[in-house]
């Protein structure tokens, strides 16, 4: 971004000292904020998680640091992460910590920054789109819509145990006409189970949105009873949304048309 736009926007530098905890959005490198590319250009240290396209870390001149997990095997503790943006903003530096989506949404960003305001380094959130809501707009799905839905409900499959979270999912299934999972591949066929046997309808749509917003997007659409056996199938990073919201996939399939240009 050129000095002139951050100029006439006025866009604050990552300063000295400070910590900005910012969200890189689901995938295409384009859906990073200003203030993303901002810090970015400034920084001297980035710790990025696995979920950061390439194509942006390539953007910067920085030491990067990689502070993420791979295969669901934590590769970084959380507490050294916490302690290393510290440390190196006690030093003086300039600190990115950038996260996929957005870095309050199921990304422990408010740990982190829990962390940061107890030992008085000076932060700032900069919010990012989160896969919940951007992944499946790139999927065409809305996640609102007059005639399908009125509210929506973000859900994490699993808890800090690694089990399947402890909701009471039949309240859930009164109240939430259109759900949105994160990290709840694993638990599909568990989840599917407890909503129909909660009264929600076997054939009710649902959609998992593999990789999205990358390249090699995947949108599998099926139904509550079909989702078990469509989430065995579908690649690891992926988002679930049950709701009849994802009827409108096919008529909103505007990335094929983009991507055919
Ligand atoms: N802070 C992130 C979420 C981190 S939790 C956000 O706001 O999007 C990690 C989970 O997010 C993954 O298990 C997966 O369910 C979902 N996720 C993140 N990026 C994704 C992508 N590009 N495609 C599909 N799911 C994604």
């Known amino acids: 971004m050129n000095d002139d736009i951050a100029a006439k926007l006025g866009l604050p530098h990552l300063h000295k000292g400070w910590v900005w905890l910012v969200g890189a ?28 396209d390439e194509a942006l870390l390539a953007l910067s001149d920085a030491e990067k640091i990689y502070a993420g997990k791979r295969a669901g095997v934590r590769s970084c503790k959380q507490d050294e992460i916490c302690d290393l943006l510290v440390t190196l903003a006690r030093q003086g530096h300039r600190v990115l910590r950038l996260k996929g989506g957005d870095p309050f949404v199921f990304g422990r960003g408010g740990e982190e920054a829990q962390a940061l305001a107890r030992a008085k380094i000076p932060f700032r959130i900069v919010p990012g789109i989160t896969t919940g809501i951007g992944g499946l707009a790139y999927a065409g799905i809305p996640v609102t819509h007059r005639d ?12 800090t145990d690694g089990k399947l979270t402890k909701l009471d999912w039949t309240a859930v299934s009164r109240g939430a006409p259109t759900m949105v999972l994160y990290m ?14 909660a009264g929600r309808r076997p054939d009710e749509p649902a959609a998992i949105v593999a990789n999205a917003a990358r390249p090699d997007q995947q949108v599998i659409v099926t139904t509550l009873a079909g989702l078990g056996r469509a989430a065995e199938n579908s690649p690891a990073l992926a988002i679930i949304v049950i709701g009849e919201n994802v009827t409108l996939a096919g008529e909103l399939n505007w990335l094929a048309a983009a991507q055919a240009r």
């Open 25 to 52: 959005g689901p995938g295409d490198p384009g859906l990073i904020t200003l203030l993303g590319l901002r810090a970015l250009q400034d920084a001297d240290y980035i710790l990025y998680d696995a979920l950061v």
């Open 148 to 159: 399908t839905n009125h509210a929506v409900t973000f859900i994490t499959g699993h808890g």
């Open 184 to 197: 709840a591949r694993r638990f599909a066929a568990e989840i599917a189970d407890l909503l129909i046997a």
